[in-house]
Every structure is written in C-alpha cells, then in structure tokens.
C-alpha cells in the first residue's frame, strides 16, 4: 500500500543543509498497524507528513497504492488526502465554536455529499466511538479523551484506508492513551492500516511493527510486537478481504475531478 524508495527531504537552513530524511525506504503493506518512532528531531513527523501527502520527497519516490504520487497535482493531493487517509493529531484539532458532530461532518462538506448522507455518516462514526450522547457538546465542553476520541470519528467518517496517526496519545493520560490504543487496534482489527507517531517506546512497543526513526534514518525494523490475539470472526474475515475490496487511488480521484 505504501513504498518509500531511497527518500530525502532536505531543507535549507542559512547557509547549512538539512536532512530531515536522509535515503529512507520503507514500505507497509494493506492492514499493517506499524508505530514510527524516534525522539524530537529525528525526522519522524517529516516521514508522516510526506506519507499523509502534507509533503513531498526532495528526491525518491512515495508509492501510494501503486501509483508515485509526484505524478499527482497540488488538487489530487487534497483529494488523496479526502478520500484515502484520515489523520489523528496529538493537539486534537477540533474547531472550539463547532459541536463535535459538526467537526466531524467537515470532511464531508468539503467532499460536496449532500446531507442526509453526511448524517448517517456522522452518527455511525459518533457511535463507533461512544460519542453519540455528546454530539451537541463543544469540545472545551469535554475530557481530553473525549477530544481525540471526536478526533478519530473525524478521521473515520470519510471511511479511509489508511489512518496517520501523530502522537495520538501525547496529551492523555495513561489510563486514556491506553484505551485510545485500543481503538486503533480495533480499526486495524476491521483492516485499516494504522501509522502510529510517537516518541514513546512504551506506546511504539504495542504496535505489531515497530520502525524506529533517527537522524533522518531508519535504524531498526522490528515485528515482534504483540498485535492483537483474539480478533471476532468478522475482524478476522475484513483483514482477509481487504487487499480485494479498497479502491485504488488513481480510479477514486478520477470520479471525484469528474
């Protein structure tokens, strides 16, 4: 689903160069849960951002379902980022005057579905959260948790393949972050991918897969983490099918420029 092939990003700074990333390849296959993670400055979140397609390699090659995604234009991009992939940031951001069910339909707004549609889409992401009874609340109106719990309905509500998650827990305590990552392991359980961010081994250390970032540079590659053991008959049918039912990128934006 996802490829890195011998990537660098590379800033200017006065008259030094940076390499935030510095000859990376990776790649992470459909359903995979992996955690990305390396201390401040490592080059961690310049990799997340040129996964989610909020950046774009100085040189190498993103493979995104297939296709390099420097052949798309700035509005594929957007629209990649619509359709395909939700985010989950450590600062929640949600907007503070809208209720947590109108933050939830923005996505869909910007996709032009019309709003019986974005309803439906709306409640069942609120409920897939436990939300629902706190729809009409402002989120400086509820818990921490609460926040990135509407973060990730957010994320959910346009049914992405892939969800990029930037130190999810970084703002909760242990007791919430822990249940945060259970529902990331659920998602995954129904055969989304999840690209955990973190600076914490302890967080990084529960995902399946554990690549560790530092100075531009992937150091490790580890698999030998705990995934989950007892997945329902359905979660374990949608992590079998799901290579044969998500859309490609390049058909998905053709109907959407259309």
Same mark, same amino acid.
């Given at each position: =689903?996802?490829?890195?092939?011998? #990537? @660098?990003?590379?800033?200017?700074?006065?008259?030094?160069?940076?390499?935030?990333?510095?000859?990376?390849?990776?790649?992470?296959?459909?359903?995979?849960? #992996?955690?990305? #993670?390396?201390?401040?400055?490592?080059?961690?979140?310049? *990799? =997340?951002?040129?996964?989610?397609?909020?950046?774009?390699?100085?040189?190498?090659?993103?493979?995104?379902?297939?296709?390099?995604?420097?052949? @798309?234009?700035?509005?594929?991009?957007?629209?990649?980022?619509?359709?395909?992939?939700?985010?989950?940031?450590?600062?929640?951001?949600?907007?503070?005057?809208?209720?947590?069910?109108?933050?939830?339909?923005?996505?869909?707004? @910007?996709?032009?579905? /019309?709003?019986?549609? +974005?309803?439906? +889409?709306?409640?069942?992401?609120?409920?897939? #959260?436990?939300?629902?009874?706190?729809?009409?609340?402002?989120?400086?109106?509820?818990?921490?948790?609460?926040?990135?719990?509407?973060?990730?309905?957010?994320? $959910?509500?346009?049914?992405?393949?892939?969800?990029?998650?930037?130190? /999810?827990?970084?703002? $909760?305590?242990?007791?919430?972050?822990?249940?945060?990552?259970? $529902?990331? @392991?659920?998602?995954?359980?129904?055969?989304?991918?999840?690209?955990? &961010?973190?600076?914490?081994?302890? &967080?990084?250390?529960?995902?399946?897969?554990?690549?560790?970032?530092?100075?531009?540079?992937?150091?490790?590659?580890?698999?030998?983490?705990?995934?989950?053991?007892?997945?329902? /008959?359905?979660?374990?049918?949608?992590?079998?099918?799901?290579?044969?039912?998500?859309? *490609?990128? +390049?058909?998905?934006?053709?109907?959407? $420029? &259309?």
């Amino acid at each position: =689903m996802l490829e890195l092939v011998e #990537v @660098y990003k590379l800033y200017q700074l006065g008259d030094e160069v940076i390499h935030a990333l510095d000859n990376v390849s990776l790649s992470i296959d459909d359903g995979e849960f #992996v955690s990305i #993670v390396g201390p401040s400055g490592s080059g961690k979140s310049t *990799l =997340m951002h040129i996964l989610g397609c909020l950046d774009t390699a100085t040189y190498g090659t993103y493979y995104l379902g297939g296709q390099p995604v420097q052949s @798309y234009s700035r509005s594929e991009l957007a629209l990649i980022r619509n359709l395909q992939i939700g985010f989950v940031f450590q600062s929640f951001n949600l907007i503070g005057r809208m209720t947590l069910e109108e933050n939830i339909e923005m996505p869909l707004i @910007y996709r032009g579905l /019309p709003a019986s549609e +974005r309803r439906e +889409r709306v409640e069942q992401a609120l409920n897939r #959260v436990g939300l629902w009874e706190r729809r009409k609340h402002t989120p400086n109106s509820v818990s921490g948790g609460q926040q990135q719990r509407a973060a990730i309905a957010r994320a $959910l509500v346009t049914e992405p393949t892939l969800i990029l998650g930037d130190e /999810p827990t970084g703002n $909760l305590d242990s007791k919430t972050g822990t249940q945060i990552m259970e $529902l990331l @392991y659920d998602l995954n359980a129904e055969g989304r991918t999840i690209v955990l &961010i973190t600076h914490d081994d302890s &967080i990084a250390r529960q995902a399946p897969r554990r690549v560790r970032i530092m100075d531009g540079r992937i150091i490790e590659d580890d698999r030998s983490g705990p995934g989950k053991v007892a997945l329902s /008959p359905v979660a374990q049918e949608a992590i079998e099918t799901v290579g044969a039912t998500l859309p *490609l990128v +390049r058909p998905a934006l053709t109907g959407a $420029l &259309i």
